[in-house]
């Protein structure tokens, strides 16, 4: 049924075949997906400027995967790049029993080289069922700058045959959120890695399921056209009266956002694949990395259109507000509103920010609550920093870089010179530092070396901001973990964490568990996970420019128990020698 694995063609397949290999339980078939995906070079206008991006079967975003819990996904991956390696990763599927399948190049698996074809293959339940996998997932580059490029799309796993979720809806519809740049990813990593350093700045177009409007008027229409089809607003056509699941997810290189629908409420129901304590609101602030998912009313006069719309929050905005239109049937699609888009709340309200935040709680009937304590707590001061003239970001003075063989190959074949030896700091000079005021950070340093933590053990992870070598600035930053969700205890309001007093205010009655989490300016943000799924893993900032500078930690915890590695992972650095002894 599996086509030939070198084909070219330019669309993928689906294949819905009945598996033999997994029987969830006793009346309940597990299924197959698979999919065949070649990631290459293309033209695209999203914004009606047309620049070369990265896509996958020709489009970006890329298809969606839709799944039923407990389903097995596999992804045959042809890299038709001619010049540039590729690796994608499954955000916020566990990947339990297939640490491997994690999609992080350096960290989970050689890349995939240009010519190549790698087989993705995972299954969506979280198995130990701690919590659910039915939920909005999505799924990245995880090599260089290649999900600004626009690799990315979404994964959308529905809950089995029979199982009732707590809500209702009548529509099931998805909004896939982007800022885009005109930059090459090429020039931007260059300008990231370089004296004197060059910022990506804020991005040209917000897109929304991956179309924007770029001004055209000064620009030759062979650059940029504003009548390209490809770039026409994207319309949600409803019909009056229905009720609406709308899953939004954000794959933003760069800026958070506030989105919204004119004169339209939003429920709030779930988060990163978990079930909220319903809340209504305005405007739903999402940052890169995560996903809701929000009921809509269609219950408004139908006899015009809304805008939907994306705009800048937590860094000064200069981008134009991101539009969509919410059409009601039978208006057609693209009939403008009469009213003029809003810009949103305001861009420095952190305060809002904030409450949304705190106001994100799991659902009452899918609480899993957390352990009482924890048996670790690491520290983490998020500061930028020079090194040797070249700016970074740094957890606890060091600056994560990657090494040339997977850490998860490295340490299951005890290589104990892949990386360096010395374990990360699990804290900071908490009692003396002032995060309210520029530091040198001389001693900072770049390094590939790892935390380990016990297998199945409870850890808080404190981390704290700082200002940033601007005086008077610092920066939201969405945090992302892979192979776990975690607990959010708490945030702190632009304060430094107290060691004594803070803890006594965490929330262990019914935490939201997430993979991604904002840390706001000056604040804190507390978590708690189990370290229950064996592997190494990466955690990070998913500002796209701000990893690449080094703003993430390693963690391994298990490693001894991950089975028997795949080949198909080794052929980088030291594992050369792996597959050609
Ligand atoms: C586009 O840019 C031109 C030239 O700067 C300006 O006159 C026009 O108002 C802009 N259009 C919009 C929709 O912003
Ligand atoms: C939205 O919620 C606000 C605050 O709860 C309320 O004042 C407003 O009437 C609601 N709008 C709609 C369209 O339901
Ligand atoms: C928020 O930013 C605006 C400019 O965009 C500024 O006028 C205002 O003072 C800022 N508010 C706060 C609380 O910093
Ligand atoms: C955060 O702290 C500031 C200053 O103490 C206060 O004005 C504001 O109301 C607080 N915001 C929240 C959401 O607690
Ligand atoms: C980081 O370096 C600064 C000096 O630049 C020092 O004060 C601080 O204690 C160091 N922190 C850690 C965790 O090593
Ligand atoms: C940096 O580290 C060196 C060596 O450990 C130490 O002597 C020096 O005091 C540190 N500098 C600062 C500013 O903490
Ligand atoms: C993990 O810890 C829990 C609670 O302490 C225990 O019930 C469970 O058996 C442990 N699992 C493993 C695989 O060690
Ligand atoms: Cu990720």
Redesign the pocket.
């Known amino acids: 049924m599996v086509q030939a694995l070198h084909s070219k063609s330019s669309f993928f397949t689906c294949l819905l075949a009945l598996s033999l290999i997994a029987v969830l339980s006793s009346n309940v078939e597990a299924v197959t997906h698979r999919h065949k995906w070649e990631v290459n070079y293309g033209y695209k206008s999203p914004d009606c400027y047309k620049k070369l991006a990265i896509t996958i079967n020709g489009e970006s975003p890329g298809p969606t995967i839709h799944a039923q819990q407990g389903d097995t996904i596999v992804v045959e991956l042809n890299n038709a790049l001619f010049s540039e390696n590729v690796a994608v990763h499954w955000h916020g599927i566990r990947q339990i029993g297939t640490p491997w399948s994690d999609g992080t190049e350096a960290v989970t698996q050689c890349p995939i080289m240009p010519g190549d074809t790698f087989i993705y293959k995972f299954v969506v339940d979280k198995s130990n069922t701690m919590n659910m996998q039915a939920g909005t997932y999505l799924y990245h580059a995880h090599y260089g700058m290649q999900l600004t490029a626009g690799l990315y799309g979404f994964i959308i796993v529905s809950v089995p045959d029979g199982v009732l979720e707590p809500f209702v809806y009548d529509h099931d519809r998805s909004i896939i959120l982007k800022d885009w740049y005109h930059a090459s990813t090429y020039e931007q990593a260059t300008g990231l890695s370089s004296i004197p350093f060059g910022w990506v700045g804020e991005p040209q177009s917000l897109l929304i399921n991956g179309k924007g409007r770029f001004n055209c008027s000064l620009l030759d229409s062979s650059v940029c056209n504003a009548k390209n089809p490809e770039c026409s607003p994207y319309s949600l056509t409803v019909v009056p009266g229905g009720r609406y699941r709308l899953r939004i997810g954000s794959l933003a290189s760069l800026s958070a956002m506030s989105f919204e629908i004119e004169g339209h409420n939003m429920t709030v129901v779930e988060a990163d694949g978990n079930y909220v304590e319903p809340f209504e609101t305005k405007h739903l602030y999402i940052n890169s990395g995560e996903t809701y998912s929000v009921l809509v009313k269609a219950d408004q006069d139908s006899s015009r259109n809304y805008w939907i719309t994306a705009n800048v929050v937590g860094r ?1 905005p200069s981008t134009p507000t991101g539009l969509a239109i919410f059409n009601y049937y039978p208006n057609h699609r693209h009939k403008k509103p009469p009213t003029v888009p809003t810009t949103g709340p ?3 309200d952190t305060a809002s920010q904030l409450a949304q935040s705190r106001a994100i709680k799991a659902h009452h009937d899918f609480v899993h609550s957390p352990p009482p304590r924890s048996d670790r707590m690491i520290v983490l001061l998020n500061t930028q920093n020079k090194i040797n003239g070249y700016y970074h970001w740094s957890l606890n003075n060091r600056s994560l870089t990657l090494p040339a063989t997977p850490y998860l190959i490295s340490l299951k074949q005890n290589f104990n010179g892949a990386f360096d030896q010395n374990p990360p700091p699990d804290s900071y000079d908490v009692e003396n530092y002032d995060i309210y005021s520029v530091h040198d950070n001389v001693n900072t340093t770049s390094s590939n070396a790892i935390y380990s933590i016990k297998f199945n053990s409870t850890v808080d992870i404190i981390l704290q901001n700082a200002n940033s070598m601007t005086t008077g600035n610092s920066e939201t930053h969405p945090w992302h973990m892979h192979g776990h969700d975690f607990w959010v205890l708490g945030f702190g309001n632009g304060t430094k964490f107290d060691m004594v007093n803070d803890p006594k205010g965490f929330n262990l009655v019914n935490p939201i568990m997430k993979n991604t989490v904002p840390l706001y300016p000056y604040g804190w943000t507390a978590l708690r996970v189990r370290t229950d799924n064996p592997g190494v893993w990466i955690f990070h900032c998913h500002i796209e420019p701000h990893l690449f500078m080094g703003m993430g930690i390693v963690f391994e915890a298990g490693v001894e128990k991950v089975g028997k590695l795949p080949k198909s992972i080794m052929g980088c650095g030291e594992t050369k020698r792996l597959i050609n002894p």
């Open positions: 000064k305001l861009w420095n």
